[in-house]
Nanobody, 128 residues
């Protein structure tokens, strides 16, 4: 069974950092682009960051550029989202998703409809 599991969320003060993990089971991430999305209460889901299956291409939403970094460790079948300089407006449930782009692809996207598999999400709360 294909499954994505997010972890690493929590409560952090403004200016703090968190690292989210997206671990895959039942399939290998080598063949998938991975995206991170978030949804705050009363707001639409938005793309935060994505990384191609090759790891050679990344995308970031303007709101997180310079603060968030996406990376992948295919040996551990895990993708990470390092979040620094967190702001209250970063508060949301964060989801990772997998796009079956094929091994070695340089394609990455923040369009959620291009992703086939989704995790259950992890809550990130930025508050003093």
């Amino acid at each position: 069974q294909l499954q994505l599991v997010e972890s690493g969320g929590g409560l952090v003060q403004p200016g703090g950092s968190l690292r989210l993990s997206c671990a895959a089971s039942g399939f290998t991430l080598d063949y998938y682009g991975i995206g991170w999305f978030r949804q705050a209460p009363g707001k639409e889901r938005e793309g935060v960051s994505s990384i191609s299956s090759s790891g050679g291409s990344t995308k970031y939403a303007d709101s997180v550029k310079g603060r968030f970094t996406i990376s992948r460790d295919n040996a551990k079948n895990t993708v990470y989202l390092q979040m620094n300089s967190l702001k209250p407006e970063d508060t949301a449930v964060y989801y990772c998703a997998a796009d079956p782009a094929g091994s070695g692809s340089y394609y990455s996207t923040l369009i959620d409809t291009e992703y086939d598999y989704w995790g259950q999400g992890t809550q990130v709360t930025v508050s003093s």
